[in-house]
């Protein structure tokens, strides 16, 4: 169980990246009980208008290629910490196989099989994990896993998964 602080994050709202409107949405039942994190297991983005761009492209991959009403993941935040609105607070995802609808899942931009997540994006992820819970969104002792502790998969690569811990700790 993970306890948090109140922090404010700075989010990039869906209309600043120019998501395309949802096919449909389904709002969580409650506060999520979970957190679940992933790696997007693309190269990592730099810069807010290539950051920008990257999360569009994913987004239309996950509606084009994968059938997916939206954007899978609620959150992604950029290797500079940069949060950015996926499907958001209180929406049910679609990131985690028959997982999505009591969590929350966040996408670290980049791949973290080889790569180390940066501190910018683990304190991002912190502060906005603690601004979940301050508003309501996120049960105040909510439970933190890898998409690997859920599934078959690797996500979220091998050293973001060796990071979780820190994202536990307040």
Same mark, same amino acid.
């Given at each position: 169980m993970c306890r948090v602080m109140e922090q404010k994050v700075s989010i990039v709202s869906r209309a600043e990246?120019?998501?395309a409107a949802p096919k449909k949405k389904e709002s969580l039942k409650g506060s999520a009980q979970r957190v679940i994190i992933h790696h997007t297991a693309l190269p990592s983005c730099e810069?807010?208008?290539?950051?920008?761009d990257h999360v569009a492209s994913i987004q239309r991959g996950h509606m084009?290629?994968?059938?997916?009403?939206?954007?899978?993941?609620?959150?992604l935040v950029a290797a500079d910490g940069t =949060?950015? $609105? #996926?499907r958001?607070?209180?929406?049910v995802g679609a990131h985690t196989k028959g997982n999505n609808h009591d969590s929350v899942g966040i996408a670290f931009m980049g791949n973290f099989n080889n790569d180390t997540p940066s501190k910018e994006a683990i304190l991002s992820v912190k502060q906005l994990l603690?601004?979940? =819970?301050s $508003? #309501?969104?996120?049960?105040?002792?909510?439970?933190?896993?890898g998409h690997?502790?859920?599934?078959s998969t690797e996500c979220p690569g091998n050293k973001l998964y060796a990071a979780l811990p820190q994202l536990k700790t307040t």
């Open positions: 990246w120019g998501a810069g807010l208008k290539k950051c920008k084009t290629d994968r059938g997916f009403d939206d954007i899978g993941y609620n959150f =949060v950015f $609105e #996926g958001g607070w209180g929406v603690q601004s979940g =819970v $508003e #309501g969104f996120l049960h105040k002792e909510f439970s933190l896993f690997r502790d859920l599934g």
